[in-house]
T-cell receptor
Framework: DAGVIQSPRHEVTEMGQEVTLRCKPI?????LFWYRQTMMRGLELLIY????????DSGMPEDRFSAKMPNASFSTLKIQPSEPRDSAVYFC?????????????FGPGTRLTVT | SQQGEEDPQALSIQEGENATMNCSYK?????LQWYRQNSGRGLVHLIL?????REKHSGRLRVTLDTSKKSSSLLITASRAADTASYFC???????????FGTGTRLQVFP
């Protein structure tokens, strides 16, 4: 298995531009998580899906952020418009099984820089 | 923030020494996990301990859990330079599907 795949690995964009981050979870996993990591705030859960349905988006910072999961093998996180404070590493993770007994598999992350 | 706290924030040791990291959390849990993150990479699962367990071993890793103190520790024995990474605890606080990650401990092992 190729693991969780994220693209792009690096993204540099100007303030005000739309940014789309992509994630392909591990086949057969029914949970997908989006995290953001910064030095100041650590690792924050933004949103997670179960069987392609968004379950908890309470971590999404504001309306500029949106996430979709149109099918079991693909998810996107979109920021529109982007701001410099959105600069961070964004991770996607997937898991098979409900609850904290199951480990999460993380992708390599997308490093986003907004200038 | 729901994040747990980890202690110390940073730790530097020589190869061959043991490294101990601590994690505290806030509410009841069913499970606690430890993850490692190498620089520039995603997190990798190391070990899981259930709330009814007190200690667990996996290779050079030893994890303890004290639910009365809401704390856990990760011990890496006979450390190696390759153990250099950040280590995070994560809990399913509130019996949810979410994992709440701690602030992490940066471990540096010098050869």
């Amino acid at each position: 298995d190729a693991g969780v795949i994220q693209s792009p690995r690096h993204e540099v964009t100007e303030m005000g531009q739309e940014v789309t981050l992509r994630c392909k979870p591990i086949s057969g996993h029914d949970y997908l998580f989006w995290y953001r990591q910064t030095m100041m705030r650590g690792l924050e859960l933004l949103i997670y899906f179960n069987n392609n349905v968004p379950i908890d988006d309470s971590g999404m910072p504001e309306d500029r952020f949106s996430a979709k999961m149109p099918n079991a093998s693909f998810s996107t996180l979109k920021i529109q418009p982007s701001e410099p404070r959105d600069s961070a590493v964004y991770f996607c993770a997937s898991r098979r099984g409900q609850g904290g007994y199951y480990e999460q598999y993380f992708g390599p992350g997308t490093r986003l820089t907004v200038t | 923030s729901q994040q747990g706290e980890e202690d110390p924030q940073a730790l530097s040791i020589q190869e061959g020494e043991n490294a101990t990291m601590n994690c505290s959390y806030k509410t009841s849990i069913n499970n606690l996990q430890w993850y490692r993150q190498n620089s520039g990479r995603g997190l990798v699962h190391l070990i899981l301990i259930r709330s009814n367990e007190r200690e667990k071993h996996s290779g050079r890793l030893r994890v303890t859990l004290d639910t009365s103190k809401k704390s856990s520790s990760l011990l890496i024995t006979a450390s190696r330079a390759a153990d250099t990474a950040s280590y995070f605890c994560a809990t399913d606080e509130g019996n949810t599907d979410k994992l709440i990650f701690g602030t992490g401990t940066r471990l540096q092992v010098f050869p």
